[in-house]
Nanobody, 124 residues
Framework: QVQLVESGGGSVQAGESLRISCAASRLTYRPYCLGWFRQAPGKKRAGVAIIAMFGFSLVGDSVKGRFTISQDSTKDILYLQMNSLTPEDSAIYYC??????????????????WGQGTQVTVSL
């Protein structure tokens, strides 16, 4: 069973950057799709970015140009580099894994395995 553990969350000020990570253990899916989602208080969980085993990636419109998804496939670690953070980016960030290729859009329904989340708080 795949297990995902996020890390790197914290509190930053608006305009600053943060990189969060997700370590995947027993990632035997071939191919696979990995993703980042976030959930702010009182809001539904929303897609942030996804990346496929062979490098195809999508970034959501709300973070395009500021966030970058990447992976170290040799270590099964997923990253999310977040730049120019705003208070609207404050949320719990979750990573997720799915067997198969990534779809052409970011959707929760693609994913079956989720991490426990890491909190990101951005203040003015």
């Amino acid at each position: 069973q795949v297990q995902l553990v996020e890390s790197g969350g914290g509190s930053v000020q608006a305009g600053e950057s943060l990189r969060i990570s997700c370590a995947a253990s027993r990632l035997t899916y071939r191919p696979y799709c990995l993703g980042w989602f976030r959930q702010a208080p009182g809001k539904k969980r929303a897609g942030v970015a996804i990346i496929a085993m062979f490098g195809f990636s999508l970034v959501g419109d709300s973070v395009k140009g500021r966030f970058t998804i990447s992976q170290d496939s040799t270590k099964d670690i997923l990253y999310l580099q977040m730049n120019s953070l705003t208070p609207e980016d404050s949320a719990i960030y979750y990573c997720a894994a799915a067997q198969g290729n990534c779809p052409g859009r970011i959707s929760e329904t693609t994913f079956r395995v989720w991490g426990q989340g890491t909190q990101v708080t951005v203040s003015l």
